[in-house]
């Protein structure tokens, strides 16, 4: 196993009006090449702090970070942003398309690429659609088409089923372990939900209550490839609940500073 | 707004309806006039200001005296003919609203943009930037004139200030208030600084700067008008400023007339060059209170 990324004790202080907010303290992950690490952990705990760490958006105000590219030339990381972050002014094909047209490939090229991400999360009919036209799970995918297609070594996912209802996200669910498991990217993947975690993820870790840091972290045994068929085994609802016994005091912690 | 109608049937009916009543209104107007309940002397009747306005037509003052530019083209004449253009009141108008707007709006949305993306910029530029935005361009055209002069000069020159103050400062919002998620999904997907304005910023800010090209056009027609009342020989201004020293005022109201519907022809314009432009923003249908007297509830 290779190291893909390595994090060592991040801290995250951003200055606000009220004095300075430590929304990530002294938090340490190491992925290896092709694992999938879900992160868990309650809503304010720098989950999107540590994702924006690693995709290199905003720097740890303290510990270091590390990303191993195996080739110079492909682009290392992409983010799936929480709120879509798609283009209002760009087509769902030039949404999709748009690393590649960063890097420079060429136009035919990039269409047929963007077409082929755009046809695999069920999007063909919309591919010259703006974003506006689309439902939010519509976009959603958009943004996680955008990211695929862009073929980078590590994927970076924030709650990417996070604003969906229940049915769609047990669909795309569905597509990203089918899509996952043909790639076997590094993933690290954020989520509010224990399940989707235990369905999705190699290891899932847990982070405590703001300000954030490791808490434990679990993995998960069951053989690929997955369906969502796992979730009603009884060894997946015992993981599912270990893991809920783990986040409760956390959540609570999180609800009772809210007060 | 019409035009987001959605049903045959009452579209038709809108349509029906904005085009009979201001007729009925222009109606009732001349019937004032013939009636005398009106004085025909202050309030022309429309037909006799449609009158004056073929008159102003086809006696060259307002177009120019179209006729004799065959002949001059082909005399090679073209100093000649750029004159008949010159003596139109509405080409001497428009060319310079439009070369003021140009060369204020040009640098007003580079400024801008530069304003929006840099803060340090922005900061010290802002308190000049209002100071001058709030004084009513009119109020500076003698100071235009004391430095270049009461030519041609000095009319574009009041209209590219008036212009490029609203176009800046609505780039600047624009560019400033973009969300910063997009500029930093550029970022995550290795947009460099080229790819960064074309792909993103550009975009993203344009809904924010084509109202301000909207608003400075439309004050581009307010400053020339009136710089044309006090200093100038041709243009609609002057048009509208003369008849009324001389008491023409069925001139004046076609000069009026005009001016309105240029009014109308920029916005159209500028509406379709949006809607090409941005073609991200088409079929947004307006939330519209209007449609409740059909399928209300009734509640009030
Ligand atoms: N730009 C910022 N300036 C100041 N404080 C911030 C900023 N971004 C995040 N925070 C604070 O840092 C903490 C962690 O935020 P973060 O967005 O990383 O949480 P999260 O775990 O992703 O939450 P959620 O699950 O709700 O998305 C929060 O308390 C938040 O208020
Ligand atoms: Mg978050």
Not at chain 1, 110 to 135: C, M, N
Request: proline residues 5%; hydrophobic residues 50%.
């Amino acid at each position: 196993m290779t190291v893909k990324i390595e994090a060592k004790d991040l801290t995250k202080v951003y200055p606000s009006r009220n004095g300075p907010i430590c929304a990530l303290r002294d938090f340490s992950l190491r992925v290896e090449e092709g694992e999938f690490v879900c992160i868990v952990g309650p809503s304010g705990c720098g989950k999107s702090t540590f994702l924006r760490i690693l995709g290199g958006l905003i720097t740890p105000s303290s510990g270091r970070v590390e990303l191993f590219p195996r080739d110079e030339k492909a682009p290392l990381q992409n983010i799936v942003f929480q709120e879509y972050a798609i283009f209002p002014w760009k087509t769902v094909l030039d949404n999709v398309a748009f690393g590649l047209e960063m890097r420079g490939v060429p136009r035919t090229k990039r269409r047929e690429t963007a077409r082929d991400w755009i046809r695999k999360v069920g999007l063909a009919k919309f591919a010259d659609a703006y974003p506006h036209q689309l439902s939010g799970g519509m976009k959603q995918r958009v943004s996680i088409a955008r990211a695929f297609a862009n073929d980078p070594e590590i994927l970076l996912m924030d709650e990417p089923l996070g604003a969906l209802d229940a049915q769609t996200r047990v669909i795309l669910q569905g597509e990203l372990v089918r899509l996952w498991e043909a790639s076997r990217k590094t993933v690290v993947y954020i989520t509010h939900s224990i399940e989707e975690s235990v369905l999705l993820g190699d290891r899932i870790v847990l982070m405590t209550a703001h300000p954030g840091t490791y808490k434990t972290e679990f993995s998960v045994p069951f053989a690929r490839p997955r369906s969502f068929e796992l979730t009603g085994a009884p060894e997946f609802a015992r993981l599912s609940y270990a893991i809920w016994q783990e986040l409760e005091v956390e959540v609570k912690r999180t609800m009772e500073k809210q007060l | 707004m019409s035009g987001s109608c959605w049903r045959m049937a009452s579209c038709t009916r809108d349509r029906l309806i904005s085009v009979f009543f201001p007729l009925a209104l222009l109606a009732l107007w001349e019937m004032a006039v013939r009636l005398q309940w009106l004085d025909g002397r202050f309030f022309p009747a429309p037909t006799a200001v449609a009158a004056a306005l073929w008159e102003l037509t086809v006696k060259g003052e307002l177009l120019g005296k179209l006729w004799l530019l065959p002949g001059l083209v082909a005399a090679g004449d073209f100093s000649g003919a750029r004159k008949v253009f010159a003596e139109g009141h509405l080409w001497v108008s428009l060319f310079r609203i439009f070369s003021g707007f140009f060369v204020g709006a040009v640098p007003g949305i580079i400024l801008g943009v530069v304003m929006g993306m840099n803060r340090t910029i922005r900061v010290a530029l802002d308190p000049v930037v209002s100071a001058v935005y709030v004084l009513p361009k009119i109020a500076i055209l003698p100071l235009v004139m004391l430095v270049f002069g009461i030519g041609e000069v000095s009319k574009i020159v009041i209209v590219a200030i008036a212009s490029f103050f609203l176009v800046l400062i609505n780039t600047t919002v624009g560019v400033r208030d973009i969300e910063p998620i997009f500029i930093e999904a550029g970022r995550n997907y290795g947009a460099n600084r080229r790819q960064m304005f074309r792909h993103i910023i550009i975009p993203a800010a344009l809904p924010i700067i084509f109202s301000g090209l909207r608003l400075s056009l439309g004050t581009s027609l307010i400053v020339i008008i009136a710089a044309e009342f006090v200093a100038a020989n041709y243009g609609l201004g002057y048009l509208i400023w003369f008849s009324w020293q001389t008491l023409l005022t069925e001139n004046m109201f076609a000069g009026l007339v005009v001016i309105m519907i240029l009014g109308a022809l920029f916005t159209s314009g500028l509406q379709a060059l949006e809607r090409r432009l941005m073609p991200w923003q088409r079929e947004e249908m307006p939330a519209s209170a209007d449609g409740a007297d059909v399928g209300g509830t009734g509640k009030v």
